[in-house]
Structures are given as structure tokens and as C-alpha cells.
């Protein structure tokens, strides 16, 4: 009996290195590809913010360090409830991982932001005004920020990331729909 019972900790504990690895790069191996396939096929561009990575990355240890206290832990009761409270919170930061996406089609923009698993969907009409801010970067012009007013007073802003691609094609659509966009120079 002791034998099976050290057998199930080395196999806990491989599977959590096993985890605890793929932390690095699941999160852009897999769950990005999951949410380009799994977005409307009408997408132009899918993007996606820096926390989808991270905790992607920290969910997958949360699962891993679920593993390591399940093997490690001795009162099977103490090491069950904190090895179920570990996986459960790294569930839940992959699924908000999951959950962190931007993409825009001919007709609209879509935002659902980190940490929220509400999206928000906007016609170009629904679009105010664009603000790009930039900055000098080794004597040059370049994009610090992003930002998208609306109608509804609510803004959306971005520093990095797949935005920067669509972004021109997004201002001449919203510029087409009546919206305004304005450059603000480095100071």
C-alpha cells in the first residue's frame, strides 16, 4: 500500500511539473489560437492584452501548485481543501484569460476587457472620437496610446498590442461613420 501511495505523489508531481512548464507557453501557444478559432470567422484581427498571458501563465501554476500540494500535504483533508481552492483560482484566472480579447469586422469592434467576462460590442457609428497619442523614440514619432471615445461616455484604451495593426483601418472606418481623430504630438 505504501508503494501505490508514493507511486500517486511521483505522479502528481511529474503532472505538476508538467504544468508548472507549460505555464511559459501555453498561454500563447494554445489559449490565443483558441480564441482566434473559437471568435465570429468575420474577424479581421484578434487581439489580446498582455494579463491574458499572465494569468493564463498563473492559473496553469495555480493548477500545478494544486498537484504539488495534493502529493506534498500529509492530512489528506488539508491537502484536498487547499489543492481544490489552488485549482479552482487557477480555473478561474485561465478562464478570465480566455476570456480577454479584441477583435474588430467590417461592421463593428468588439472589447472585452481583462478581468471581465462582459463584452462590448460597437458599430462605428457608436464611435466619438480617436485619440492617438505619441512620443519620440530615438528622434522619431511613435504610438504611445490609443484611446476610443464613445457615444455612451465610456473610452477604451490601448498602449501595445495586435490594436496597433487594425488600428488605421479602424480610424478610416470610424472617420467614414462621422467620428473624429485627432494626433497628439509628443511633448
Known amino acids: 500500500m505504501a508503494d501505490f501511495y508514493d507511486q500517486k505523489k511521483i505522479i502528481l508531481i511529474a503532472f505538476g511539473i508538467i504544468l508548472l512548464l507549460s ?12 480564441k482566434v478559432v473559437s471568435i465570429t470567422p468575420e474577424a479581421e484581427i484578434v487581439g489580446t492584452s498582455v494579463w491574458s498571458l499572465v494569468l493564463g501563465g498563473g492559473g496553469m501554476a495555480l493548477l500545478a501548485a494544486a498537484l504539488f500540494i495534493a502529493a506534498i500535504v500529509e492530512k489528506s483533508l488539508k491537502a484536498w481543501l487547499l489543492s481544490v481552492a489552488a485549482a479552482a483560482i487557477g480555473l478561474g484566472a485561465i478562464a478570465l484569460s ?19 467576462f462582459a463584452s462590448s460590442t460597437y458599430e ?10 505619441l512620443h519620440q523614440e530615438n528622434g522619431a514619432s511613435a504610438i504611445e496610446s490609443i484611446a476610443y471615445y464613445f457615444h455612451d461616455g465610456s473610452m477604451v484604451e ?5 490594436i496597433f495593426e487594425m488600428h488605421s483601418t479602424l480610424v478610416r472606418r470610424v472617420e467614414a461613420a462621422g467620428g473624429q481623430y485627432t494626433r497628439i504630438p509628443a511633448q
Not at 461592421?107 to 481583462?114: A, G, M, S, V
Not at 462605428?124 to 497619442?133: A, L, P, S, V
Open 23 to 34: 505555464a511559459v507557453f501555453v498561454p500563447a501557444a494554445v489559449f490565443y489560437p483558441v
Open 98 to 116: 480566455l476570456g480577454d480579447y479584441y477583435y474588430m469586422t467590417s461592421d463593428r469592434f468588439t472589447y472585452n476587457p481583462p478581468i471581465s
Open 124 to 133: 462605428w457609428e457608436d464611435f466619438d472620437r480617436i485619440e492617438e497619442r
Open 158 to 162: 490601448f498602449t501595445g498590442g495586435r
